[in-house]
């Protein structure tokens, strides 16, 4: 779940878990040592599994609750670090004791009443109510939104550091843990999160609680909860795999149609990556303007704008299946390596459309790429494997990156390439992974030396020429 990783990257990169002073060396670090978001996650621990307990009041949009880590102590620790913003903190408890805490912005800093020692296992316990988002003076990223209400109910976008902005979390991919969530809303709503759906509790309010298990470690922005007036659609994928999608009622039947193709791309996926990673997939759409989707995992969200009369949106469908694979099972270790992420999902579309339509359509879709490159490369788009850490999510990490990836095919040969990246995916599923992992796993099975490919493509200021 994450410890071992923790550990190398502490000991590799020379992370200082405690601080400088022998009397502070027993401190949880209040960063990971990410160079973009340095503060982002903690050290010192990890998480191993979250129950998220929350109440939703829809007439004052407040949400309140208990969300409860089980973590061990990866060093003895006097005091760790959480990421948490915007709430009012009723209680807090390690292992049922009080225990004493800080707060500095987004950096809650707990002091257990009882030391812990490296390699005990605790249980935190945090009560809190509160309006997301109220009074918040950091202006966030779009797909850093966190817990927010629109007009049909509630919806839940994190990347890269919006899981803090609505429960306490180690808020960084380095320390993934499996997740309960137990929801409890109007019963006049459906919940969806991630995982599967265990247990529906009517109470009386009318309330009803909703019990979703996700069993396999999960990143914190890839957490999600949705909240509207959904038609449940449920099919079956490969492997008997559940595919169960969350439409708003009135555009249910057109997006069933919509996203029919889901089983197909996953059993087309699993041939070129390796066995689809968790233990459910589908979607939901909800019934707001978002231009965006998310791979929130085995949930993948996606905003009315996006999923509805567009012509792309079988792209974007494939784009954030292919997710599943690249960004949530094989993480990000650093926010700098986004393009890990976004160009290996946008030429995970080209290669569906590939798949399709035949090597005229990858042919066309990779033209199409370029030109949109070579027309804006100084106009906001970056070389991939350096983008600004505040646009870090410019074009050029999705198309540039995926022209990366088809230049090192066009090197390499298809079979090395496919070769390449069921290695990358079966060497570093269910963890994390670098630019310079890839590159190492690249030239081990093509057996060549790449180091200039890729400073073209993924470094160099000038998009490079396009390959014959």
Not at 358 to 378: P, R, S
Request: proline share 5%; net charge negative; aromatic share 14%.
């Amino acid at each position: 779940m994450g410890s071992r990783t923790l550990f190398v990257i502490a000991l590799a990169l020379g992370l200082c878990l405690g601080r400088a002073t022998a009397n502070e060396s027993d401190w949880g670090a209040d960063g990971l040592g990410d160079d973009y978001f340095p503060t982002l996650g903690n050290g010192g621990y990890d998480v191993q599994h979250y129950t998220i307990d929350l109440t939703w009041n829809d007439q004052t949009d407040q949400i309140s609750g208990t969300v409860t880590l089980i973590a061990q102590a990866l060093q003895d620790l006097t005091r760790f670090n959480l990421d948490f913003v915007g709430y009012t903190i009723q209680s807090l408890t390690v292992d049922e004791q009080p225990a004493d805490y800080t707060w500095v912005e987004r950096e809650l800093t707990v002091e257990p009443g009882t030391p812990l020692e490296a390699g005990d296992d605790f249980v935190l316990a945090v009560t809190y109510n509160g309006r997301p988002g109220k009074d918040l003076s950091e202006v966030y990223d779009v797909f850093a939104r966190g817990w927010t209400r629109y007009t049909g109910g509630v919806y839940v976008v994190s990347e890269p550091s919006g899981a803090s902005l609505w429960f306490p979390c180690n808020d960084h991919p380095l320390d993934k843990a499996t997740y309960t969530f137990r929801i409890t809303a109007p019963d006049r709503y459906v919940v969806a999160a991630n995982g599967l759906l265990i247990e529906t509790d009517n109470l009386p309010g009318p309330l009803t609680t909703t019990i979703w298990e996700a069993s396999d470690p999960m990143a914190t922005y890839l957490a999600t909860v949705n909240i509207g007036d959904f038609v449940i659609q449920q099919s079956v994928g490969p492997n008997d795999l559940p595919i169960r999608n969350y439409f708003p009622a009135d555009l249910a039947d057109s997006l069933t149609i919509e996203f029919a193709p889901t089983a197909d791309m996953i059993a087309f996926f699993e041939t070129i990556f390796g066995p689809y990673p968790f233990e459910a997939y589908g979607a939901v759409v909800v019934d707001s303007p978002l231009r965006f989707a998310l791979e929130t995992q085995t949930l993948s969200l996606f905003g009315r704008e996006i999923a509805v009369g567009r012509a792309d949106t079988e792209n974007v469908i494939a784009h954030e299946l292919s997710h599943q694979w690249f960004g949530n099972s094989v993480s990000l270790a650093e926010w700098k390596d986004i393009w890990l992420n976004e160009g290996f999902a946008t030429y995970a579309s080209a290669l569906w459309f590939e798949h399709q339509r035949g090597a005229a359509a990858l042919a066309e879709i990779m033209d199409e790429y370029y030109v949109i490159l070579k027309n804006v490369t100084n106009n906001g788009f970056t070389a991939p494997g350096n983008p600004p850490v505040n646009n870090l999510f410019n074009g050029g990490v999705y198309l540039r990156g995926a022209w990366t990836l088809h230049a090192l095919r066009l090197e390499v040969g298809d079979a090395a390439f496919f070769n390449i990246l069921r290695e990358y995916y079966n060497r570093f599923q269910g963890g994390n992974a670098t630019t310079e992992d890839f590159i190492e796993v690249a030239e081990s099975v093509s057996g060549q030396d790449l180091s200039a490919l890729f400073d073209a493509w993924l470094f160099a200021s000038k998009l490079p020429e396009k390959p014959a």
